[in-house]
Nanobody
Framework: VQLQASGGGLVQAGGSLRLSCAAS????????VAWFRQAPGKEREGVSY????????YYAGSVKGRFTIARDNAKNTVYLQMNSLKPEDTAVYYC?????????WGRGTLVTVSS
């Protein structure tokens, strides 16, 4: 099982990025998917998740209204669209998948937002 996150990079404040997380070895459609992030010197925090079925989603208060999580089960990929980025969004972003709690983790992709 492998989750490969990509799409990170350097962007100016106010800009946008779309992160992708491609899965191999498991069918993402059967799992809830989530994005976490870890900023330098801080603990990992949950950013967003999306249920395996239906449209149930969750967003951390700090990103609500700016980030959107989406999944394409046909491509076995989950996305995180990030708009209106702020310097405080700078972190390594990780995707995860699980049935009840995060079981599988990607390696992470670095997002740096300059002011």
């Amino acid at each position: 099982v492998q989750l490969q996150a990509s799409g990170g990079g350097l962007v100016q404040a106010g800009g946008s990025l779309r992160l992708s997380c491609a899965a191999s070895g498991l069918a993402l459609g059967y799992y809830y998917v989530a994005w976490f992030r870890q900023a330098p010197g801080k603990e990992r925090e949950g950013v967003s998740y999306r249920a395996s079925s239906g449209s149930t989603t969750y967003y951390a208060g700090s990103v609500k209204g700016r980030f959107t999580i989406a999944r394409d089960n046909a491509k076995n990929t989950v996305y995180l669209q990030m708009n209106s980025l702020k310097p405080e969004d700078t972190a390594v972003y990780y995707c995860s998948a699980g049935m009840i709690s995060p079981t599988y983790w990607g390696r992470g992709t670095l997002v740096t937002v300059s002011s």
